[in-house]
């Protein structure tokens, strides 16, 4: 059961451009959503995470964007950089539940072309 | 920057073997956690630990499994008897708080080759 999806493996960018990634999930109850950034050989890191109770939630040159109608989310990268290159997991969590665990997407690998 | 860290970086073990698999969260976090990701599938949840005692466990968490805080700065994964299929990346994972929004930092993972 696919509770968070994203669609797409793989995204190919030009350097400077924007980059889009998007994720979508199915449980209504989710209420905190996370991007998480994953170099080969190394542990996911915290790109940035917005609530439920937002739509939108900024930091330098990642925004991710909440549709909760849609239960869509889509992280943007402004501009892209060669070093962003990775697997950008989204992930979520039913805080209200009383639960702990992130339920992850199977990641989309983002290649920046200089 | 404070950063979880886990040791080995590679295990390779027998099939039938226990291992212990160790997380250094950070250091003022209250919350570890365990996942792990089979090579080429998604990153699951095994297990929330908090205040010395599991707080919530998945279906893959089974009696095999069992996790310990042996000191004030250590987190341990152990398998007593390893399959095959325990064959993984396993990230250990901490946060400052525990539910609502809180974000859960991890480390850069042990891979587990059962052979």
């Known amino acids: 059961d696919q509770q968070v999806k994203q669609n797409s493996p793989s995204l190919s960018v030009q350097e400077g451009r924007i980059s889009i990634l998007n994720c979508d999930y199915t449980n209504s109850m989710f209420d905190y959503f996370l991007w998480y950034k994953k170099y080969p050989a190394e542990g996911p890191t915290f790109l940035i995470s917005i609530s439920s109770i937002k739509d939108k939630n900024e930091d330098g040159r990642f925004t991710v964007f909440l549709n909760k109608s849609a239960k869509h989310l889509s992280l943007h990268i402004v501009p892209s950089q060669p070093g962003d290159s990775a697997v950008y997991f989204c992930?979520?969590?039913?805080?209200?539940?009383?639960?702990?665990?992130?339920?992850f997407g199977k990641g989309t690998k983002l290649s920046v072309i200089p | 920057e404070p950063e979880v860290t886990q040791t080995p970086s590679h295990q390779v073990t027998q099939m039938g073997q226990e291992v212990i698999l160790r997380c250094v969260p950070i250091s003022n976090h209250l919350y570890f956690y365990w996942y792990r990701q089979i090579l080429g599938q998604k990153v699951e949840f095994l297990v929330s630990?908090?205040?010395?005692?599991?707080?919530?466990k998945s279906e893959i968490f089974d009696d095999q499994f069992s996790v310990e805080r042996p000191d004030g700065s250590n987190f341990t994964l152990k398998i007593r008897s390893t399959k095959l299929e325990d064959s993984a990346m396993y990230f250990c994972?901490?946060?400052?708080?525990?539910?609502?929004?809180?974000?859960?930092?991890f480390g850069p993972g042990t891979r587990l080759t059962v052979l």
């Open positions: 992930a979520a969590r039913d805080s209200g539940a009383g639960s702990y665990q992130l339920t």
């Open positions: 630990f908090y205040n010395n005692e599991i707080s919530e």
């Open positions: 994972a901490s946060s400052l708080g525990g539910l609502g929004p809180s974000t859960q930092y």
